[in-house]
């Protein structure tokens, strides 16, 4: 018997401008958070001339998560419950390890 490869879920996003290639995680406990991160990698400067980089965190099911943006430069997540901190968690770390592998293949590309 051979097993499926899943793809991975992708999409496009644009930011300030510009197109920035994104993958979509889902992590599911008795909650499911999804995630999508993506960079268009390193461009040599400040948003002027630099990179794009797009994160995003929605709850799909059964989450106790709070947005709050409590001010005009800074997003507070708030979460509740077991399930919540191992799934956020993973989410993050999925975010991190993505934007790194992101970033240095495209360095590595010379894009």
Avoid: P, W
């Avoid at 992708?10 to 406990?29: D, P």
């Avoid at 709850?59 to 947005?67: K, P, Q, V």
């Avoid at 968690?89 to 010379?110: P, W």
């Amino acid at each position: 018997m051979t097993r499926k490869k899943r793809l991975k879920k992708t999409s496009v996003r644009i930011v300030n401008g510009c197109e920035v290639n994104t993958a979509i995680k889902r992590f599911t406990l008795a909650n499911t958070i999804e995630v999508e991160c993506g960079t268009n990698g390193h461009h040599g400067g400040d948003t002027g001339h630099g990179s794009r980089t797009y994160i995003r965190i929605t709850d799909l099911a059964g989450s106790d998560i709070r947005f709050v943006q409590d001010s005009e430069r800074s997003l507070v997540m708030e979460l509740g419950g077991d399930c919540e901190l191992i799934t956020i968690i993973r989410a993050m770390q999925y975010a991190a390890n993505h934007l790194v592998y992101q970033a240095q293949k495209i360095e590595a590309s010379g894009s």
